[in-house]
């Protein structure tokens, strides 16, 4: 398992993104708190990061590559409209899908409803690179510490990742949940 720095991954896209295609599961920066993560289309790497997690019912939220995406992908009302337009940004907001087939079922658990990120940071462009979603949550497993440095990353899940794309430490809190999906509610972590 190797530790990249940003460096490294600009060096590296084109490896690193060929291997985040066919299904590796990575650790990487947001602009909150360090992320757990894997191609939002492909089953298999969904169920590693949910036993690396030991989070098996609650959806994870992805990274979209790009607001055209979440328009194309997701129903958008007039408030929706209002959040959309704050990206990138420490949100996930939650809103409902009419494209099923944008993601594998495991990431929401056939929910009808995906938790959106778009992070205002670098890693961000590379997901609009990659020209699809990729699966994001915090890197722990359910119910522990957060990830924010090296040392505070669970040997658990460590030793389930490909690679890690570190920066340095976090003092960031995870991002602010925005359900969209009915009356507007934000929900404090």
């Excluded at 398992?1 to 991954?9: A, C, N, S």
Aim: net charge positive; charged share 30%; proline share 5%.
């Amino acid at each position: 398992m190797r530790v990249l720095t940003k460096e490294e991954v600009e060096q590296e896209k084109l490896v690193l993104s060929e291997a985040i295609w066919k299904g590796s599961v990575f650790i990487h920066p947001t602009d909150t708190i360090y992320g757990i993560g894997c191609n939002a289309l492909l089953s298999k790497s969904v169920q590693k990061i949910r036993m690396a997690k030991k989070r098996y019912e609650s959806p994870f939220s992805v990274i979209a590559p790009s607001k055209e995406w979440i328009h194309e992908n997701c129903a958008i009302s007039r408030e929706a409209e209002k959040w959309v337009a704050k990206l990138p940004g420490p949100y996930t907001l939650i809103l409902e899908l009419k494209n099923k087939d944008c993601i594998a079922p495991d990431v929401n658990n056939n929910m009808p409803t995906l938790g959106i990120r778009m992070p205002d940071h670098w890693f961000s462009g590379m997901i609009k690179e990659l020209a699809f979603p990729i699966v994001t949550t915090s890197a722990n497993v359910a119910g522990g510490n957060f990830m924010t440095d090296l040392d505070s990353l669970d040997q658990k899940i460590k030793n389930k990742v490909d690679f890690i794309i570190y920066e340095g430490e976090k003092r960031g809190k995870p991002s602010k949940i925005i359900d969209l999906t009915k009356e507007t509610r934000i929900i404090e972590r």
